[in-house]
Structure formats: C-alpha cells, structure tokens
C-alpha cells in the first residue's frame, strides 16, 4: 500500500513548543518566493514546511492530496492488470 506523506496545516494561536519559522527547512515560500509566515507552516514527510500564507500552504496540501490519490489509481489499476 502507498505511504501518504504527513501533511498537518498550521494553525493560528499554536501552542507553546509548536514549530516556528525557524524550524521549516525552507525560509521562501515556493510559490510566491516571500519569506514564509508563522500560518503558513505545515507538516510534509516529517519536516516542517513554510508558505507565505495559510492560503498557500493549504494549496500545496491539496496539490499533495491529488498527487496521491493519483498514485492510489495507477497502483490500483497496474495490481488489478497484474493477476
């Protein structure tokens, strides 16, 4: 079965100890090329991940979700033609 990468949304008002800008392995957003904010973390594969914006980082987790489920479907059909 295929592993889905961990992908958690940020949140506004994190809790003492959650992750910081400072923790992401990227301090640009991929998309726009602006520094990444404090709602824009997420979660990717075990790392912390910036966006510019909260906007951003839930269209990146969506593009994620599509790609998987993408796989899901080939895997599927290539198992199914395998038998």
Known sequence: MGHSPDITAGSHGAPAGAPGVNDAVNAVC?????????????????????FANA????????????????LAVRRAETAGNSE
């Open 55 to 70: 906007e951003l980082r839930d269209q990146f987790a969506r593009a994620v979700r599509q790609f998987e489920d993408a």
């Open 30 to 50: 991929p998309w726009t090329g602006k520094p990444i904010s404090p709602e824009g973390l997420t979660l990717y594969a075990g790392a912390v991940v910036g």
